[in-house]
């Protein structure tokens, strides 16, 4: 897809909490099976930016796009329909406690998408395998370890055919060993071609499957680039400092 026909545009989204600016004037764009990744120390608004595109924050300010229509959160039944082709991937998983892994992807897809039972668990059964999680289909969250509840969140995401995918810290949550296994979900989407827009520490990680990172602190987007150049060649000192702390902290960490 060309440069300037991008499947998701942000232009200028600002969110204020109490009159601070948490996120300036943030704009990118995404091309069709581009993955950019958002680094940045805690609080420079790498979540509020996720948030805001998902209009789970309602921006104060700011136009988004979806494959060249602009998204008006006004309209309700236009951003129902923008919601269900913008996946988003939490820290926490927020999963349903009282529901197994099986029924927690199939909901969305009997009452958003309105599909029959049958249809919507073949669905649902798909993802799971497609995830990994063939032989935990039954168990409920209580039963899953963090890497296993963030695949079946993975999986509730990818039934609803998004356009774009959202992670927000996918593995922020887990023991060291479980963070592997989540890694490797990502990855294959990436190999697949997902559309992702995430934000991470892991240095290594984003390094590896990253088309584009993006540095951002205290609210705005500071520098952008190729992998190579972020985290070894910023023209930035703020990014060149944060990225050589950082590796050093996480390693590779892939």
Known sequence: MAEDNPVLKVENLTKRY???EVLKDACLSVRQGEIKV?????????STLLQC???LVMPDKGRIWLEGQEILHSKKKELYAYRQKVGMIFQDFNLFDHLTALRNVEIGLVRVR??????ARERAMAELERVGLKDHVSKYPAQL??????????????????KVMLLDEPTSALDPELITEV????RSLGAEGMTMIMATHQIGFASD?????VFMENGAIVETGLPSKILSQAECA???EFCSKLTGLYGDSR
């Open 183 to 186: 890694h490797a979900v990502i």
């Open 18 to 20: 109490s009159g601070k």
């Open 145 to 162: 370890s963090g890497g296993q509840k963030q695949r079946v969140s993975i999986a509730r995401a990818l039934a609803m055919d998004p």
């Open 114 to 119: 309105a599909m029959g039972q049958a249809d």
């Open 238 to 240: 703020r990014t060149r």
């Open 53 to 55: 595109i998902n209009f």
């Open 38 to 46: 958002l680094i940045g120390p805690s609080g420079a608004g790498k």
């Open 209 to 213: 499957l990253a088309d584009e990172i």
